[in-house]
Nanobody, 123 residues
Framework: QVQLSESGGGLVQAGDSLRLSCAAS????????MGWFRQAPGKEREFVAA????????NYAASVQGRFTISRDNAKNTVYLQMNSLKPEDTAVYYC????????????????WGQGTQVTVSS
């Protein structure tokens, strides 16, 4: 079994930055894709960013392109999400997810999920 644990959320003002971390533990093997999703109150969980194992393939949602950066340290089984120029509409619970078979933007493709970390951006 794989466990994912996010950290780094908090309350910030518009224009500020935050870095989220997600550590994977348990029965992890190499080659997995890591993704970030978010869910705002009353909305569906949406894709934010994903990174392949080696980091050569990364994709982002249009709404965060140019502001957010996903990176990973495979030696630490950790993925990061650097969020700059935060906006109130970025307010959500952020989840990391892991999948061994694909690296897509579809939440249905991911088999393992963290518990989420709250990010609140005030205007």
């Amino acid at each position: 079994q794989v466990q994912l644990s996010e950290s780094g959320g908090g309350l910030v003002q518009a224009g500020d930055s935050l870095r989220l971390s997600c550590a994977a533990s348990g029965r992890t093997f190499s080659g997995y894709c890591m993704g970030w999703f978010r869910q705002a109150p009353g909305k569906e969980r949406e894709f934010v960013a994903a990174s392949s194992w080696g980091g050569s393939s990364k994709n982002y949602a249009a709404s965060v392109q140019g502001r957010f950066t996903i990176s990973r340290d495979n030696a630490k089984n950790t993925v990061y999400l650097q969020m700059n120029s935060l906006k109130p509409e970025d307010t959500a619970v952020y989840y990391c997810a892991l999948d061994y078979e694909s690296c897509s933007s579809s939440r249905d493709e991911y088999h393992y999920w963290g518990q989420g970390t709250q990010v609140t951006v005030s205007s």
